[in-house]
C-alpha cells in the first residue's frame, strides 16, 4: 500500500464516515455551508449500495411516508447539473406497476391509494392505457398503477460527480480508511476518530454516521443498540439491445424493477435476495431466486426472452426494524448524528442528505419520524467526560 | 436447474493440464467429470484439427501429441463434458459447484475437488485501428492456421512479444503465406540471453533456432524494441506504421518513440504475451499474487497445485504461465495430489509416483520463468498508449478518457471501470484489463498490483435469458412477500 495521506491539523469540523450518497450529500452541503469537513470511507467511493444499486427513481416502490422525500430526491437528481455540478444520466421515465392476478389488482389498488394519499399522483389505468404507454409489455395485464414521475439513473455514473463536487467544496476525502472505533476526545470537547493504518486518530467536533449497512456496530459506539438488518438485494443486467422498453415497469408486490437504459442494457432487479456477509464480505446469487427474478422480467416484457444476460451482481441494503430510516442526532450534546436505512433511499438520498445537512449547520427540518432515538431513547454511552 | 450431481472431482479445462490430471486421478480410481468448451479435448496447443487442416497442414508432434491426448481420454473412466462453459462458480462447502451451460441447457454440477485447468488469455495492448477485423491475436491466429489450415490474411504483420511470435511467423510460411515483417517489442539481447537459458531444454532450443534461420533465410525484416503505433484500414488491405523503440518512455521521458516504417499487410497477428485465466480462482475466493515477471495476477499454489483453498487446485497455465511441457507435469502433479488428498493413495505412492515429474518440472520451470519477462512487455508500453486508441473494445473507451478518469482521482481498476465503463461490457475485461492496468499503473507510478483487478461477476459469458428461464407459468414463479408499505 502507498502511504496513507495524514490527517489535517487541529480538529474538523465533523468527520462524515461512510461515502455513499447519504455521506457524500451530506458533507458536500456542510461544506458549503462553510464547515470543515473530513468525509471517510473505507474504500473508494460510492462503492457500496449507492454504486451498485439498480437507480430506479421510483414513487411506487418508495415507503408510502417517505413520498414527499422521495419527490424532491428526485428532482434533484434530475437537475443534478445546477446543484453537483455534473449532468449524471438521470432520466425521467413514467413508471408502471402491474397486476396480473386478482388478488395482485387488489395489492395494486390498496398500494396506489396509499401512495396517492402521501402525494404520489398515482392512477390506476386499464390495461390498454398500459400498452399504450408501454407497448412491450405482457397483453396479459390485469390493471396497472400509472405514475408520471418516475425515471432512472445509471448509478455507477455518480460517484465521479461526488468526487469532483466534493473536491471542490473543500471536502477532505479520505478513501481507504476503515473507521475502527470513535471515543469522546475530553481534552478537546469532541472525538477522536480511529481508523487501520493510522496510529493518530483524526480530531472531529460532530461525527456523522453514513456507513449504510454497517451502521449498527457504529451506534454501538455512541450506546446505541439498534438491530440493522442487511437485504442482499440482486440484479441482472442485459448485453445493449434494440429499444424494447421506455418505461421504468415494476409489479404490486414491489419484486420486480425493470427499465432499459440509454446505451440499451436493460436492468432487471426488484430486491430478490442473494447471500452475503457483511462482516466477512462477499455475496453469492441464490440460483432459484435468480430464476425466478429473471421469469418474472421474461413475463412482464416478453422480448427479453431474446436478450442475453452479461452480469448478475449483489448490494447491501440496510432496514431498521420498523423500515423507516435514521436520521438525526445521537447525542444529548447534539454532537453526532446518523444518517442511513432509507427505503429506496438513491431516490431520496440527496434530498435526505441535505436535510440532515441543515439540521446541523442550525437549521430545524422535520426529521421527527427518523429520530434515532425511537428505539433507544437514552443510550447508555458515555457522553463526554469532563 | 436440478439437483447438482454430488461428489466426484471436478477438472475444468481439457487441455494438456487438464485431461494429464483428470487421467491421473481417473487411474486412481476416483470419480471424475471433465468440462471443456471445446468439442474435444485438447486445449490450445493440442486443439483438434479440422479434417481439412490435417490435409493443408504438414504433420507435426502437436496433432499427435493431441491425438495421443484424445485416445487416452476415449479408453479411460473419465466423464467428458464437451461444448460445454462454465459460467458461474459457487463455494458451497464442503465442496463446490458450477454452473454450466451446454448443448442440453444450463445445469450444475457439484464437486468434491475441483481442479482449475483453464489455461491462458491472450493478452493485448492497444494501438488506433486494433480493433479492426483484420487485426487478430496471436493465439486466435495460431489457431486458424494450425487447427483450421487457414491464413489470417496472405501478407502477415506479426507484431507483440514474447516466442509466440516467431511460432506463428513460421506457421504462416509453412502455409505458404508471405510474413512481412516481424515487430518485437523486446530486445534482441533477450533473445540472445534466453538461448543460453534454452541450453536446458535442448528440444525447445533447436525449434526456436529452426524458426530463427528460416525467417532469416527468407529476408523477413524483424524489428526489435519497435511496437505498432497504428493501423488505419486501406482499399486492399491495411497500413501499418511501426514506431521505434519505447526507449525513451522507458527511461521516464515520457518521450514516444518516433514513427520509423510503413508497411502494407491483409491483416495483422499481434499480442503481448499470455496470462493465467482466474475468472474461476478469483470468484471461489482462492488467494492471488501478482507477479511481477510475468505482469499478471496468479492463485498462489503449492507445487502440487493445491490453492489457499481446500479442495480448489490450479494448474497448467491457469497456476502461471509456463508453457505446454510445464503444464503436462504439473497437471501429472496435481492429478496425483487430488488423489493423495480425497485418500485413494498414501503419501508414499504420491512421493514416488511424482519424483521424476517433479525432477523434470524444476529443470522445465527454470527455463519457463526465464521466458516470462519477454512476454511481458506491457509495463514499457503502455504509456506509449496513444490517447485515441480505443482501450475496451466492448464499451468503447479510449485512452484518453481513462487517462482523464485518473486524474479526476481513480486509482484502482474498479474505481476506472464505474467512471468510464472500460471493462463492463460482454467479455468482462479480458481484453482490457492490462491496457487499462497498465495505463492506470504508468500515469499515477503505481505499482501495477495496486491498480488490482476487475471484480469478476457472473455469468462468465453472456448467458441467454432463455436459457435460465425455461418454460415456465406465471403461477410457477414464487413471489415473495410484498415490500413494506
Ligand atoms: C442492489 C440494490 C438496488 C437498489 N435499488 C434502488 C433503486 O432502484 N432505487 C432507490 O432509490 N434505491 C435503491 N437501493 C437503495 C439505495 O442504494 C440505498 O438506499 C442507498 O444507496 C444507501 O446509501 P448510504 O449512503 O446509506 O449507504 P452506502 O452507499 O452503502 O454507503 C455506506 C458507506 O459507508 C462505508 N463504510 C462502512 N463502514 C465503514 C467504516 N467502518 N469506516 C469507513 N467507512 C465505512 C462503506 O464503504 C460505504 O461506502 C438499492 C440498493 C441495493 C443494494
Given at each position: 500500500m502507498t502511504a496513507l495521506q495524514d490527517w489535517p491539523d487541529g480538529s474538523v469540523d465533523v468527520a462524515v464516515i461512510g461515502g455513499g450518497v447519504m455521506g457524500a450529500t451530506t458533507a458536500l452541503f456542510l461544506a458549503r455551508g462553510g464547515m470543515r469537513v473530513a468525509l471517510l470511507d473505507r474504500q473508494d467511493l460510492f462503492r457500496a449500495a449507492s454504486g451498485v444499486n439498480a437507480g430506479t427513481l421510483t414513487l411506487h416502490m418508495t415507503r408510502a411516508q417517505l413520498i414527499p422525500h422521495a419527490m424532491r430526491g428526485r428532482e434533484m437528481w434530475l437537475a443534478s447539473r445546477d446543484w453537483l455540478g455534473a449532468d449524471v444520466g438521470a432520466l425521467a421515465a413514467p413508471g408502471l406497476s402491474l397486476a396480473f392476478t386478482e388478488a395482485e389488482e387488489d395489492l395494486l389498488r390498496a398500494r396506489a391509494r396509499i401512495r396517492r394519499q402521501a402525494g404520489a399522483p398515482i392512477d390506476i389505468v386499464p390495461p390498454s392505457r398500459a400498452a399504450a404507454i408501454e407497448p412491450g409489455l405482457n397483453p396479459s395485464v390485469r390493471a396497472a398503477a400509472y405514475c408520471a414521475l418516475d425515471g432512472h439513473i445509471p448509478a455507477y455514473r455518480v460517484g465521479r460527480a461526488y468526487a469532483q463536487a466534493l473536491a471542490q467544496a473543500g471536502v477532505m476525502l479520505f478513501a481507504h480508511r476503515a473507521v475502527e472505533a470513535i471515543v469522546p476526545d475530553g481534552a478537546a470537547g469532541g472525538y477522536a476518530v480511529?481508523?487501520?493504518?493510522?496510529?493518530?486518530?483524526?480530531?472531529?467536533?460532530?461525527?456523522?454516521?453514513?456507513?449504510?449497512?454497517?451502521?449498527?456496530?457504529?451506534?454501538?459506539?455512541?450506546?446505541?443498540?439498534?438491530?440493522?438488518?442487511?437485504?442482499?438485494?440482486?440484479?441482472?443486467?442485459?448485453?445493449?439491445?434494440?429499444?424494447?422498453?421506455?418505461?421504468?415497469?415494476?409489479?404490486?408486490?414491489?419484486?420486480?424493477?425493470?427499465?432499459?437504459?440509454?446505451?440499451?442494457?436493460?436492468?432487471?432487479?426488484?430486491?430478490?435476495?442473494?447471500?452475503?456477509?457483511?462482516?466477512?464480505?462477499?455475496?453469492?446469487?441464490?440460483?432459484?431466486?435468480?430464476?425466478?427474478?429473471?421469469?418474472?422480467?421474461?413475463?412482464?416484457?416478453?422480448?427479453?426472452?431474446?436478450?442475453?444476460?452479461?452480469?448478475?451482481?449483489?448490494?447491501?441494503?440496510?432496514?431498521?426494524?420498523?423500515?423507516?430510516?435514521?436520521?438525526?442526532?445521537?447525542?444529548?450534546?447534539?454532537?453526532?448524528?446518523?444518517?442511513?436505512?432509507?427505503?429506496?433511499?438513491?431516490?431520496?438520498?440527496?434530498?435526505?442528505?441535505?436535510?440532515?445537512?441543515?439540521?446541523?449547520?442550525?437549521?430545524?427540518?422535520?426529521?421527527?419520524?427518523?429520530?434515532?432515538?425511537?428505539?433507544?431513547?437514552?443510550?447508555?454511552?458515555?457522553?463526554?467526560?469532563? | 436447474m436440478s439437483r447438482p450431481e454430488r461428489g466426484g472431482v471436478v477438472v475444468v479445462g481439457g487441455g494438456v493440464a487438464g485431461a494429464t490430471a483428470a487421467l491421473a486421478i481417473s487411474r486412481h480410481g476416483l470419480p471424475v467429470t471433465l468440462v471443456d468448451e471445446q468439442p474435444q479435448a485438447g486445449g490450445q496447443i493440442y486443439r483438434a484439427p479440422t479434417p481439412y487442416a490435417r490435409r493443408h497442414v504438414p504433420p507435426n508432434h502437436e496433432f499427435s501429441g493431441g491425438d495421443r491426448l484424445r485416445a487416452l481420454l476415449a479408453a479411460s473412466s473419465v466423464?467428458?463434458?464437451?461444448?460445454?462453459?462454465?459460467?458461474?462458480?459457487?463455494?458451497?462447502?464442503?465442496?463446490?459447484?458450477?454452473?454450466?451451460?451446454?448443448?442440453?441447457?444450463?445445469?450444475?454440477?457439484?464437486?468434491?475437488?475441483?481442479?482449475?485447468?483453464?489455461?491462458?488469455?491472450?493478452?493485448?495492448?492497444?494501438?488506433?485501428?486494433?480493433?479492426?477485423?483484420?487485426?487478430?491475436?496471436?493465439?486466435?491466429?495460431?489457431?486458424?492456421?494450425?487447427?483450421?489450415?487457414?491464413?489470417?490474411?496472405?501478407?502477415?504483420?506479426?507484431?507483440?512479444?514474447?516466442?509466440?511470435?516467431?511460432?506463428?511467423?513460421?506457421?504462416?510460411?509453412?502455409?505458404?503465406?508471405?510474413?512481412?515483417?516481424?515487430?518485437?517489442?523486446?530486445?534482441?539481447?533477450?533473445?540472445?540471453?534466453?538461448?543460453?537459458?534454452?541450453?536446458?531444454?535442448?528440444?525447445?532450443?533447436?525449434?526456436?533456432?529452426?524458426?530463427?534461420?528460416?525467417?532469416?533465410?527468407?529476408?523477413?525484416?524483424?524489428?526489435?524494441?519497435a511496437r505498432i503505433a497504428a493501423v488505419h484500414p486501406e482499399e486492399d488491405g491495411l497500413s501499418i506504421t511501426i514506431s521505434g523503440t519505447i526507449a525513451g518512455t522507458v527511461a521516464g521521458t515520457g518521450r514516444q518513440g518516433t514513427p520509423v516504417r510503413h508497411y502494407g499487410a491483409d491483416s495483422v497477428a499481434c499480442g503481448h504475451g499470455l496470462k493465467p485465466a482466474t475468472l474461476l480462482t478469483r470468484t471461489l475466493g482462492a488467494r492471488h499474487r501478482f507477479d511481477a515477471a510475468g505482469g499478471y495476477w496468479e492463485p498462489e499454489t503449492d507445487p502440487s497445485g493445491r490453492t489457499s483453498r481446500t479442495g480448489l487446485y490450479a494448474t497448467g497455465d491457469a497456476a502461471g504461465i509456463r508453457g505446454a511441457a510445464v503444464a503436462r507435469l504439473r497437471g501429472l502433479i496435481t492429478g496425483h495430489a487430488v488423489a493423495l488428498d480425497q485418500g485413494a493413495i498414501a503419501e508414499r505412492d504420491f512421493a514416488s509416483l511424482t519424483r521424476r515429474p517433479r525432477m523434470l518440472l524444476r529443470r522445465q520451470e527454470h527455463v519457463s520463468r526465464r521466458m516470462l519477462p519477454l512476454l511481458n512487455a506491457s509495463a514499457s508500453l503502455s504509456r506509449a498508449i496513444a490517447d485515441d486508441a480505443i482501450v475496451c473494445r466492448c464499451e468503447r473507451v479510449e485512452a484518453a478518457a481513462l487517462r482523464a478518469?485518473?486524474?479526476?482521482?481513480?486509482?484502482?481498476?474498479?474505481?476506472?471501470?464505474?467512471?468510464?465503463?472500460?471493462?463492463?461490457?460482454?467479455?468482462?475485461?479480458?481484453?482490457?484489463e492490462d491496457g487499462a492496468r497498465g495505463l492506470l499503473a504508468a500515469s499515477c507510478g503505481l505499482p501495477p498490483e495496486e491498480a488490482g483487478s476487475f471484480t469478476p461477476r457472473m455469468p462468465f459469458f453472456p448467458l441467454p435469458l432463455a436459457a435460465l428461464t425455461g418454460t415456465f407459468a406465471y403461477s410457477d414463479i414464487p413471489l415473495p412477500k410484498a415490500a413494506p408499505l
Open positions: 480511529h481508523c487501520a493504518g493510522h496510529a493518530r486518530p483524526l480530531a472531529a467536533r460532530r461525527i456523522v454516521l453514513a456507513g449504510g449497512v454497517w451502521l449498527e456496530k457504529m451506534l454501538g459506539w455512541f450506546g446505541h443498540a439498534i438491530p440493522i438488518r442487511c437485504l442482499v438485494n440482486q440484479l441482472a443486467v442485459t448485453e445493449t439491445m434494440p429499444r424494447v422498453m421506455g418505461s421504468v415497469v415494476s409489479i404490486a408486490n414491489g419484486l420486480l424493477s425493470l427499465k432499459q437504459f440509454a446505451n440499451g442494457s436493460v436492468l432487471i432487479g426488484g430486491g430478490w435476495q442473494g447471500e452475503g456477509n457483511i462482516h466477512e464480505g462477499g455475496t453469492r446469487v441464490i440460483p432459484e431466486n435468480l430464476r425466478g427474478n429473471l421469469r418474472l422480467a421474461q413475463h412482464v416484457v416478453p422480448r427479453l426472452a431474446q436478450a442475453q444476460i452479461l452480469r448478475v451482481w449483489l448490494g447491501l441494503e440496510s432496514e431498521t426494524p420498523d423500515a423507516m430510516p435514521l436520521i438525526g442526532a445521537l447525542t444529548a450534546r447534539d454532537d453526532a448524528f446518523v444518517i442511513g436505512c432509507v427505503h429506496s433511499g438513491f431516490t431520496s438520498g440527496p434530498y435526505m442528505g441535505r436535510l440532515l445537512a441543515e439540521r446541523i449547520l442550525g437549521g430545524a427540518p422535520d426529521l421527527g419520524a427518523f429520530d434515532p432515538r425511537r428505539f433507544s431513547p437514552s443510550p447508555s454511552l458515555p457522553e463526554h467526560t469532563p | 466423464r467428458t463434458r464437451f461444448s460445454t462453459r462454465v459460467w458461474g462458480a459457487w463455494g458451497a462447502s464442503p465442496g463446490m459447484e458450477l454452473d454450466l451451460l451446454g448443448p442440453d441447457g444450463i445445469d450444475r454440477i457439484g464437486a468434491r475437488a475441483l481442479v482449475v485447468a483453464n489455461g491462458a488469455t491472450e493478452r493485448f495492448l492497444p494501438f488506433p485501428g486494433w480493433t479492426d477485423p483484420r487485426v487478430i491475436g496471436l493465439a486466435g491466429a495460431s489457431i486458424l492456421m494450425r487447427n483450421g489450415g487457414t491464413l489470417p490474411g496472405r501478407r502477415v504483420v506479426v507484431a507483440g512479444a514474447g516466442p509466440l511470435l516467431f511460432s506463428v511467423a513460421h506457421q504462416v510460411m509453412e502455409l505458404g503465406g508471405r510474413v512481412v515483417a516481424v515487430i518485437d517489442s523486446g530486445r534482441r539481447g533477450d533473445w540472445l540471453r534466453l538461448a543460453a537459458t534454452l541450453a536446458w531444454d535442448p528440444a525447445r532450443l533447436r525449434l526456436a533456432a529452426q524458426w530463427m534461420t528460416r525467417l532469416r533465410l527468407a529476408g523477413i525484416p524483424i524489428h526489435h524494441q478518469a485518473v486524474a479526476a482521482g481513480a486509482r484502482d481498476l474498479n474505481q476506472l471501470k464505474a467512471w468510464t465503463r472500460c471493462g463492463m461490457g460482454p467479455c468482462q475485461g479480458r481484453m482490457c
